[in-house]
């Protein structure tokens, strides 16, 4: 049942040794992912439970899982994270209760310990929120062009969305759309939007079926230096702050 945890997890450690500019933050991610793997068992493997969707009364149960995810991040997290995760430990869970509640609510990309928390919860219930990264992959209907599906950066479930479309605004002038490669990541690219000047990445799984969407957006990490100096902002930032 954690199926999908474990294949993100393989990504990573594949990729962190061979990493070109973001050794780091993969080795963390890896650690990470091993962590809300950890929590996605707990909740699943709880007899008798299934979530309601309703945080307010799910909370309980995830707040389970927060003392082992804290000693994770305290282990593996960098220096301000790990810190972080020290003095929650030593707060009282009302807390977290309120920054989880606050979160849910009106979520944001900043907010490492709530999204991290809240990723494996909702990976299960689904919830619409912005995406983290796009895909192409073949598909028996359209097997010469590919179709193209967003991510959700907070539950992670996948949806189709149309090709040359900004998945901020909605722009679909294909002259307002801009895409910028680089030889070193083949398979990913920028896909930016004139109109909102937001953009998110894309992983094209036709050219690297093996490919795991949310961890080689972070491993290609160096083109969002690219995106942010020339002026795009990304729809939502990553788990590791990219
Ligand atoms: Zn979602
Ligand atoms: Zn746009």
């Known amino acids: 049942m954690s199926e999908w945890w474990d294949k993100q997890i393989q990504r990573a450690d594949y990729l962190a040794p061979r990493a070109n500019g973001a050794k780091e933050l993969l080795n963390f991610y890896a650690h990470l992912l091993r962590a809300q ?28 899982a927060l003392p082992e995810f804290l000693k994770a991040i305290q282990s593996h997290g960098p220096e301000s994270l790990a810190a972080e995760a020290h003095d929650l430990s030593e707060t ?13 609510r009106n979520s944001s990309d900043i907010q490492f310990f709530e999204k991290a928390l809240l990723q494996p919860y909702l990976r299960w ?9 796009s895909f192409l992959k073949n598909k028996e209907t359209t097997a010469e062009s590919g179709n193209r599906d ?12 149309r090709r040359v479309v900004c998945a901020n605004c909605g722009e679909e ?41 949310i961890v080689d ?26």
């Open 217 to 242: 957006e972070i491993d290609a990490a160096p083109l969002d230096l690219w995106a942010r100096e020339h002026g795009y902002t990304k729809i939502e930032l990553n788990l590791v702050g990219v």
């Open 173 to 213: 002038r294909p002259a307002k759309l801009g895409y910028f490669h680089s030889p070193e990541f083949d398979h990913v690219r920028i896909e930016a939007c004139e109109t909102c000047k937001h953009y998110l990445k894309g992983v094209d799984l036709t050219r690297a079926g093996f490919a795991a969407p």
């Open 92 to 104: 009282d869970t009302q807390v977290m209760t309120e920054r989880l509640m606050m979160y849910w």
């Open 37 to 64: 793997r950890d929590i996605y068992e707990f909740l699943r493997s709880r007899r008798g439970w299934l979530p309601s969707g309703e945080l307010e009364c799910d909370l309980p149960v995830l707040l389970d």
């Open 125 to 133: 219930v689904f919830c619409g929120g912005n995406p983290q990264v």
């Open 150 to 161: 967003l991510i959700c950066a907070t539950c992670l479930s996948s949806w189709e969305f």
